[in-house]
């Protein structure tokens, strides 16, 4: 699936993936290939996403994720870069 996080000011990553978890506001959750179609709101916290065989994190704080398609876009308020 694609996976694309935002920030208002530039794009962090693009890129297909196997797998993203994400900072939920009731509690983190997961998204899979097929996965169905939903909108959420993002508490501050980390987004796991694995790329093949390497597990990739980014800090946000706070945001909005939407799945649709095998496409996930997370517009994010903004990340704390941890690299």
Same mark, same amino acid.
């Given at each position: 699936m694609l996976l694309e996080i935002y920030t208002p000011d530039r794009k962090i990553f693009e890129g297909q993936v196997d797998s993203a978890t994400f900072p939920g506001t009731k509690g983190s959750f997961? &998204?899979?290939?097929?996965?169905?179609?939903? *909108? %959420?709101?993002?508490? +501050?916290?980390?987004?796991?996403? +694995? &790329? +093949?065989? %390497? *597990?990739?994190e980014v800090t946000i704080a706070g945001g909005v994720v939407e799945v649709l398609n095998n496409k996930v876009v997370v517009l994010a308020e903004s990340i704390t870069e941890e690299d």
């Open positions: 997961q &998204v899979l290939n097929n996965h169905a179609p939903l *909108i %959420s709101t993002l508490e +501050k916290g980390t987004v796991e996403y +694995k &790329v +093949k065989n %390497s *597990i990739e």
